[in-house]
T-cell receptor
């Protein structure tokens, strides 16, 4: 079955710099790639997603890139702020599948 | 206001006791999920429910069962809890379309002694 690997378990950046979190997946049938944010002690909430019919999507300071050939996708957070500090999870799902396969999470720390 | 609720938020049980975790959603979503989250493992799917009385096992169903008698309500039951079921449990819901945003509840922290 699908496996999603999240390459950075921790990431520290200075406020104002960009942060990049990388994920790879194994199932070529995967076509939906959401990202979730979990602040300390809280639940997960959706931040951005990308589908396989595009290779780039931006929402304000968040950019998601998808490389289908390499089976890799990444989350770029530009102009980071302290409130961006959280655990970020990538996930993947096959077309028409209800099941998301999650990566293990990246703890992002934005230092003032 | 789209919302997923979970009760209780914190629970301490002794090994062998039964546990009932409850989840509700107000979005009329057909699909609901139960996950557990353990450090370093991300989220693991326990069960998925496609609608009332239409449930399927996820990746780690052993030791758990579920019940969905109303679309807005999904329960997770641990019959005779084990210490290795100590975890944080999240419920989520999504629309019926595959590959749609999942909305998560606040989580239940379960400690089994």
């Amino acid at each position: 079955g699908e496996k999603v690997e999240q390459h950075e378990s921790t990431l520290s950046v200075r406020e104002g710099d960009s942060a990049v979190i990388n994920c790879t997946y194994t199932d070529t049938a995967s076509s939906y790639f959401p990202w979730y944010k979990q602040e300390a002690g809280k639940s997960l909430h959706f931040v951005i997603d990308i589908r396989s019919n595009v290779d780039r999507k931006q929402s304000q300071r968040l950019i998601v890139l998808l490389d289908k050939k390499a089976k890799r996708f990444s989350l770029h957070i530009t102009a980071t702020q302290p409130e961006d500090s959280a655990i970020y999870f990538c996930a993947a799902a096959s077309s028409g599948s209800w099941q998301l396969i999650f990566g293990s999470g990246t703890q992002l720390t934005v230092m003032p | 206001d789209m919302k997923v609720t979970q009760m209780p938020r914190y629970l301490i049980k002794r090994m062998g006791e039964n546990v009932l975790l409850e989840c509700g959603q107000d979005m009329s979503h057909e699909t609901m999920y139960w996950y557990r989250q353990d450090p370093g493992l991300g989220l693991q799917l326990i069960y998925i429910s496609y609608d009332v009385d239409s449930n399927s096992e996820g990746d780690i169903p052993k030791g758990y069962r579920v019940s969905r008698k109303k679309r807005e309500h999904f329960s997770l039951i641990l019959d005779s809890a084990k210490t290795n079921q100590t975890s944080v449990y999240f419920c989520a819901s999504s629309s019926s379309t595959g590959g749609d945003t999942q909305y998560f509840g606040p989580g239940t922290r379960l400690l089994v002694l």
